[in-house]
Each structure stands twice: as C-alpha cells, then as structure tokens.
C-alpha cells in the first residue's frame, strides 16, 4: 500500500471553474499536510499546509483535512489557465515528508 | 531572500560514471533534504540532514550513493558508478527546522540523464 495516493488525473475543467484534488494516506500518526504545485520542468512550491481538522482557506484555494477518514483534498476556485500544472499532495509522518505521485490539472480556457 | 540554489542544471554522463550535485539552502534553514524524482512519480526522500548529522537516510541506495554536509550548510550528493534508473532530478529542499509544522522549500533541481 502506497503512503500517499492521489489520482494521477489528469484532471481537465474549464476556466472559471472549481477544480477538486483528492490525497489519502496511510499512517494514522500523520501530523501534517501540505499541497506544492509542480510546473513543467519546474521544482515543487508549497502552496497549502493544514495542520488540524477542517478547512483551510488562502486566496483562490481551499484545503480540507479529516484524518478520522485519513483524508486530505484541495480545492481551486475560479480556475485560472495559470493553474495548469501537478499538484502534489505530501504528507509528514516522524519528520519524514512523503509525497503522492500528483495529480495533472488542466484548465481549458 | 535567496532561496534554495542548486548546480548543476543539467548533466549528462555514461554508466558507471560518477556525478555529483551541490546544493546551498535558504540562509539560516537546519535541515537539508535530497530528493530524487522520477518521470511521472512524485519526489522521494534519500536523505535527510539536520545541520551536519544526517537525520534519515533509509532510502540512499549506499552501495552508489553518498551525500555529505560540512559544516551544516551547503550540501553534495554524489552518485558512483551510476546506472541507468538513476536519470530523474535530484532536488534538493530545506526548511527552518524538522517540525511537522515546518514546510519545505525546493530549489531548481539537476536533471540527470545516464547513458
């Protein structure tokens, strides 16, 4: 079984749009959770961190955290084409960070 | 403020050649992280270090791969002799402290392809 699962999508909605990431995970201790957005070619930018029960707003996004279902997703409203990208869910357990393997968003103007 | 520089960008080497990867961290981060990341997968952790000890490093294929932090700040990863399924780029990230509350910062990465 896999530490962090996410689907790997691609996940297409149009302009405007609300845009719904999905990421379980396996180790019940898991203290921590964070979204980074990974460009093309580029290296990973921590976008979100959650840390308790609930939802967690900046901005265009929304991050939601229920760890009885072990269970943490990502919401971006009024997607922009800029949103293009993979969204990667990791999780930190015992100071060890563990990744999924992404989710590819595009957004169709 | 500065954030995570690595060098270099791009290597190209044969198999059984040896790399190695410099990284320097964001001023005043204490923890230092290595990961690899395959085409198609998310980043893996090879080693973790916490100014100039090393933290975690259960996942760094030792027989190949060493990495090293003097003096606890800037880093080298060096892989030898390397193989094919050692293409991916190696990132490397730092954060304030290993916290659970702490998020990690990534710098550009080297892309490495073994020939």
């Known amino acids: 079984q896999k530490e962090v699962e996410q689907n790997s999508g691609p996940l297409s909605v149009p302009e405007g749009a609300i845009a719904s990431l999905n990421c379980t995970y396996s180790?019940?201790?898991?203290?921590?959770f964070f979204w980074y957005r990974q460009y093309s070619g580029k290296s990973p930018e921590l976008i979100m961190s959650i840390y308790s029960n609930g939802d967690k707003e900046d901005g265009r996004f929304t991050a939601q955290l229920n760890k009885a279902s072990q269970y943490v997703s990502l919401l971006i409203r009024d997607s922009q084409p800029s949103d293009s990208a993979t969204y990667l869910c990791a999780v930190k357990s015992d100071y060890k960070l563990s990744f999924g393997a992404g989710t590819t968003v595009t957004v169709r103007a | 403020e500065a954030g995570v520089a690595q060098s270099p960008r791009y290597k190209i080497i044969e198999k059984r050649q040896s790399v190695a990867f410099w990284c320097n961290p964001i001023?005043?981060?204490?923890?230092l992280y290595w990961y690899q990341q395959i085409l198609g997968q998310g980043p893996k952790l090879l080693i973790q270090?916490?100014?100039?000890?090393?933290?975690?490093d259960s996942q760094l294929p030792k027989d190949r791969f060493s990495a090293e932090r003097l003096k606890g700040v800037d880093s080298t990863l060096k892989i030898q002799p390397a193989k094919l399924e050692d293409s991916a780029v190696y990132l490397c990230a730092s954060s304030l402290k290993p916290g659970p509350s702490s998020g990690q910062y990534f710098g550009p990465g080297t892309r490495l392809t073994v020939t």
């Open positions: 180790d019940r201790g898991s203290q921590s």
């Open positions: 270090f916490q100014n100039n000890g090393v933290v975690d």
């Open positions: 001023s005043g981060h204490a923890t």
